[in-house]
């Protein structure tokens, strides 16, 4: 990006209350295992690196989409509902 890296921009979106909960995926054609673990470190879902394998990172995005709408599922769930029903959500 030309005026801002990718871990800024997660600073920025970890740091406002509208945008800290979603899901970031960082995709970088840098494999620096040091760059990796601080974007981790800041919040980041996942790193993945170019070239990616197409299907990685469907899976990647997959999983990160089915946890979040799991996770809010479970946060509109009144907490007086019977556990067996929480769990199936």
Excluded: W
């Excluded at 970890?14 to 899901?23: E, L």
């Excluded at 620096?32 to 197409?54: H, N």
């Excluded at 997959?62 to 979040?68: A, I, K, N, Q, V």
């Amino acid at each position: 990006m030309p005026d801002m890296g990718g871990a800024q921009v997660l600073g920025l979106l970890k740091a406002t209350p509208q945008t800290t909960s979603i899901p970031v995926v960082i995709h970088s054609d840098r494999s620096d295992s040091e760059e990796r673990a601080s974007v981790l470190r800041l919040g980041a879902g996942d790193y993945v690196e170019r070239p990616f394998d197409l299907l990685v990172l469907r899976k990647c995005l997959e999983h990160h989409l089915f946890h979040t709408r799991n996770t809010t599922l479970l946060a509109d769930t009144p907490p007086s509902a019977p556990h067996a029903i929480r769990r199936k959500m």
